[in-house]
């Protein structure tokens, strides 16, 4: 049995030159308001609309051409003869996303402390639009040792109608405050309230969830910083709406799954020095993050659950 992944030369390239693409275009439009009600206080309004292109053919090796307990050369990754399968994907997928962001941030003081802190609210909605892509290459297979990515491939990539996939609506509030004790001690705390609403026109599911973070520094010397922070996450069901496999489902399609959301829990202990008059910044860090309520699926029935 394979146990480990077999030595090949790093510098292969098991796509297809003159065949093989990626384009990714971005168009960003963004309005900003500010004022000013004193020195000490700022109110912001950020308004985003943005549009986005991720269209591509690209080429999949795999080595999935042999079928269980064939012995052949081809079908051996230790033999020199061995082969793969490369096959293609490609996809057109487009995305609009509308975001306004209203900020109040400042600075105020209780007793000693110094506070800084932002409050802010937060409505987006994005669009997901796709096209069928057909007349891609034909799989093939290949060398594993030695592939030829110069091979001539016949294709004539055809496009299917524009669709929409689904939606994706965000309203969040937060708050964020760090504290100055002293010129050594400080103390930094955040909350936000997410809800999220997940639509592919067939099904849709709305979660709201808290997350929050706590961290707290100390400064040994002007230069110096050592810091302890936890924090937590959630991540909703369809948060990706076909974007990606795994658990949320297969990439082709905008899986919405009946499920709350994953939610992980994460420490990082770590600091930072800046040196040599401040043109060198050393930085180290321990961290530890765990997952709770994990999606995965089932390998016998295909069922998503959380576990």
């Known amino acids: 049995n394979l146990v480990r992944p077999v030595k090949v030369d790093r510098d292969n390239f098991y796509g297809r030159y003159n065949t093989d693409f990626r384009e990714n275009v971005m168009k960003t439009a963004t309005a900003i308001v500010e004022h000013d009600f004193t020195s000490d206080l700022t109110l912001r309004n950020t308004l985003r609309h943005s549009k986005s292109l991720n269209h591509y053919l690209m080429a999949r090796p795999s080595f999935d051409n042999c079928k269980a307990g064939d012995t052949t050369d081809a079908c051996n990754p230790y033999h020199p003869d061995a082969q793969f399968t490369r096959a293609g994907r490609a996809r057109w997928r487009e995305s609009k996303s509308l975001i306004n962001q209203t900020d109040l941030f400042g600075n105020f003081n209780t007793g000693s402390i110094k506070h800084n802190f932002i409050a802010g609210l937060e409505f987006s909605k994005e669009e997901i639009y796709s096209k069928s892509v057909g007349g891609l290459p034909g799989s093939s297979v290949d060398s594993l040792y030695h592939p030829n990515p110069n091979s001539s491939y016949a294709y004539n990539l055809t496009y299917g109608p524009k669709t929409a996939d689904g939606e994706i609506k965000t309203n969040s509030l937060y708050f964020f405050d760090t504290m100055e004790f002293n010129d050594q001690w400080s103390f930094n705390a955040g909350l936000r309230r997410e809800s999220f609403k997940v639509d592919n026109y067939k099904l849709s ?63 990082e202990l770590g600091t930072k020095w800046d040196v040599m008059s401040e043109r060198l910044s050393l930085t180290a860090a321990l961290f530890e993050t765990k997952k709770t309520d994990a999606r995965s699926t089932d390998p016998v029935t295909g069922d998503v659950t959380l576990s």
């Open 205 to 267: 599911r709305k979660d709201s969830f808290w997350n929050y973070q706590l961290g707290l520094v100390y400064k040994p010397a002007a230069n110096g910083s050592i810091y302890l922070s936890y924090g937590t996450s959630s991540n909703p069901s369809g948060e990706n709406l076909g974007q990606g496999g795994g658990a949320d489902g297969s990439a082709a399609s905008a899986t919405v799954r009946d499920l709350a959301p994953e939610k992980s829990r994460s420490w």
